[in-house]
């Protein structure tokens, strides 16, 4: 029987202490004991991205660290950038730009587009196609996922220029 660790860390803004096993993965703390399954554990080998999760403002495979690991961080999963609305606009395009069927890809879409968004506000097809190269979807082919994150970008940027043109000089 293994030794459960203590761990602290922030999860959607909360603050929490548990305690978990050594080789337990992110991905398996948050779905298990957290009961958040918004972070979708496909491959489980870090090469279908259906797992990502920011932790630190970045994203990563969830399936791919020890829960341990994270002790001390702050982890966004897909329901905190739900609940805060950071990626309201993503996810209202992906649905009018058909950019999901199943959606099993789609929480990993989502949080690579929004690691991709907070780091480069305004990024080519080619930069938004990189992005996603770590992002496997087996339905809609990758065309409306692009898309919808270009259109985002995009719509990101203007409401950014119009509220600089109206702010007093
Ligand atoms: S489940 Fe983590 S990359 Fe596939
Ligand atoms: S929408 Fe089904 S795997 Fe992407």
Redo the contacts with the bound molecule.
Sequence with gaps: MSAHLPITLSVNGEELTRRVEPRETL?DFLRRDLGLTGT?????????????VMLDGLPV????IFAVQAAGATIQTVEGLTESAAIADLQSVFHTRNALQCGFCTP?MLVAAHGLLSRCAMPSREEIRDALS?N?CRCTGYEAIVDAIETVARRRAGEAASSMAEEPA
Excluded: D, K, S, T
Aim: with cysteine.
């Design positions: 991905a979708h554990a496909g491959c489980e080998m870090g090469a279908c991205g259906a797992c990502l495979h969830a399936c791919l990993g770590g496997y």
